[in-house]
């Protein structure tokens, strides 16, 4: 490590980004609460995962996703970090929203075009990522091939139960 990466302008930005993206996290958390039961209700595809999955697959992505952000502004300092840490930030929103659209609201149709837009803005966030450390990019590849999956079983479990959501 960097000694410049332990300065305390880059430690707070570590616990910010890890703040924001626990944020992020437990709000989407709070609508998937009683998800568990929703989903052994629903007709899924053979490929779907069991829900006990979901919750250790989101932890590693978070923190990977906050580590790339934090390599980001390592990299480039807050100003020049200003339009990746945006991308990313909006991202975490659409990210949040996505359970409260399915789980909680069991809007189906509105879901997958939330998660599509999600993916769009995942795969601008790699790439501002990647320019600016190559490193955070690729961190950011798991997160986006998960968003991808993601989508395809919205999809497939929005197509299966039309009248649950």
């Known amino acids: 490590m960097e000694a410049s990466s332990t300065r305390p302008q880059y430690l707070g930005a570590l616990a910010l980004l890890l703040f924001g993206t626990a944020a992020a996290a437990f709000f ?11 989903y052994a209700q629903l007709a ?5 995962p069991p829900a006990g999955v979901f919750g250790p697959v989101w932890t590693g992505l978070y923190a990977l996703m906050a580590i790339a952000a934090w390599l980001v502004i390592r990299a480039q300092g807050w100003p020049r970090a200003r339009t990746a840490i945006i991308l990313y930030s909006v991202q975490l929103v659409f990210n949040a929203l996505w359970p409260w659209l399915f789980f909680r609201w069991r809007l189906g149709g509105a879901a997958l075009m939330e998660i599509a837009v999600l993916w769009i803005l995942v795969l601008l966030t790699v790439r501002a990522f990647w320019r600016a450390h190559p490193l955070a990019g690729m961190l950011l590849l798991p997160y986006l091939a998960w968003v991808w999956f993601a989508a395809a079983l919205t999809y497939a479990v929005w197509h299966r139960n039309p009248g649950a959501l």
Do not use: C, L, N, T
């Open 28 to 38: 989407g958390a709070m609508a998937s609460v009683r998800a568990d039961d929703f």
């Open 44 to 48: 899924k595809p053979a490929w779907a």
